[in-house]
T-cell receptor, first 114, second 115 residues
Framework: GDSVTQMEGPVTLSEEAFLTINCTYTATGYPSLFWYVQYPGEGLQLLLKATKADDKGSNKGFEATYRKETTSFHLEKGSVQVSDSAVYFCALRAASGGSYIPTFGRGTSLIVHP | ETGVTQSPTHLIKTRGQQVTLRCSSQSGHNTVSWYQQALGQGPQFIFQYYREEENGRGNFPPRFSGLQFPNYSSELNVNALELDDSALYLC??????????????FGPGTRLLVL
């Protein structure tokens, strides 16, 4: 079945450092790929998405490129801020029998120190 | 703010009891999905409703059931609660037309504790 693997956290960085959170996936067909962010005590917020190979999703300084050849969708940001501290989830959505079944990774916690 | 609301925000139940969680979709959305998020884990897909019909189900037993109403709001019902049902329950709404599903927008969740 479909699956998403994220790097284990927590990832601890100083403010203004470069961020990479790795995400690889296994899926049949051509899934759409997503990054969600979850702040403490809240639900998930969509951060960015890409729907086909070589698409780059971007939002709030975060970027991720859909790499079909490596089945990856790594999240990057050039300069993190304390306010970026949260849990980040990589997810895919693939068509299955006429419905769209989403699959999430386990999440990677990011802690940014001043 | 996604426009998706859930109630209640927190709930405590005992084993064997039944619970109903509610979700109001974002205006214009006809699809709602429910997820279970255990502590420290990613959300697990329970099921999805599209225009009042169940349309896709994850690996959850039949004691997890749902409804979607004509105004596209939704309920998640869990019977015979077990300790492992303790989790954050998230709903997400989206719009699906002509076979294409747009992005899901999540509510803040209901935190259920089963004692």
């Amino acid at each position: 079945g479909d699956s998403v693997t994220q790097m284990e956290g927590p990832v601890t960085l100083s403010e203004e450092a470069f961020l990479t959170i790795n995400c690889t996936y296994t899926a049949t067909g051509y899934p759409s790929l997503f990054w969600y962010v979850q702040y403490p005590g809240e639900g998930l917020q969509l951060l960015l998405k890409a729907t086909k190979a070589d698409d780059k999703g971007s939002n709030k300084g975060f970027e991720a490129t859909y790499r079909k050849e490596t089945t990856s969708f790594h999240l990057e940001k050039g300069s993190v801020q304390v306010s970026d501290s949260a849990v980040y989830f990589c997810a895919l959505r693939a068509a299955s029998g006429g419905s769209y079944i989403p699959t999430f990774g386990r999440g990677t916690s990011l802690i940014v120190h001043p | 703010e996604t426009g998706v609301t859930q109630s209640p925000t927190h709930l405590i139940k005992t084993r064997g009891q039944q619970v109903t969680l509610r979700c109001s979709s974002q205006s214009g959305h006809n699809t709602v999905s429910w997820y279970q998020q255990a502590l420290g884990q990613g959300p697990q897909f329970i099921f999805q409703y599209y225009r009042e019909e169940e349309n896709g189900r994850g690996n959850f037993p039949p004691r997890f059931s749902g409804l979607q109403f004509p105004n596209y709001s939704s309920e998640l019902n869990v019977n015979a609660l077990e300790l492992d049902d303790s989790a954050l329950y998230l709903c997400a709404s989206s719009s699906r037309d002509r076979g294409f599903q747009e992005t899901q927008y999540f509510g803040p969740g209901t935190r259920l504790l089963v004692l």
